[in-house]
């Protein structure tokens, strides 16, 4: 059974920065893909950013230069560094874990950005 715990959200102002992070239960977190996916108000979910298990990473245009995803293989945990955040970064943040053909998603944090 998996299960993705988010943590980290909150309201910021423009500029400002978060750190996400998202723990895994479970044994297939080494072999797993992590990402994080968004989605705002009316908004279909986006993909944010995405590691493989060997740390090979990928953004979304909107967020290159500013986010930052890492991992802990041996924390099963996975982060998101986000900087000079923006009013349009504002979102439910989700956590996923891809695994076996399979997809698994946290319950999801909130982000507030003020301007």
């Known amino acids: 059974q998996v299960q993705l715990v988010e943590s980290g959200g909150g309201l910021v102002q423009t500029g400002g920065s978060l750190r996400l992070s998202c723990a895994a239960s479970?044994?297939?977190?080494?072999?797993?893909?992590m990402g994080w996916y968004r989605q705002a108000p009316g908004k279909q979910r986006e993909l944010v950013a995405t590691?493989?298990?060997?740390?090979?990473?990928n953004y979304a245009d909107s967020v290159k230069g500013r986010f930052t995803i890492s991992r802990d293989n041996a924390k099963n945990t996975v982060a998101l560094q986000m900087n000079s955040l923006k009013p349009e970064d504002a979102a439910v943040y989700f956590c996923n874990m891809g695994v076996w053909g399979n997809n698994y998603w946290g319950q999801g944090t909130q982000v507030t950005v003020s301007s």
């Open positions: 590691i493989t298990p060997g740390g090979g990473t």
């Open positions: 479970g044994s297939n977190f080494k072999i797993s893909v």
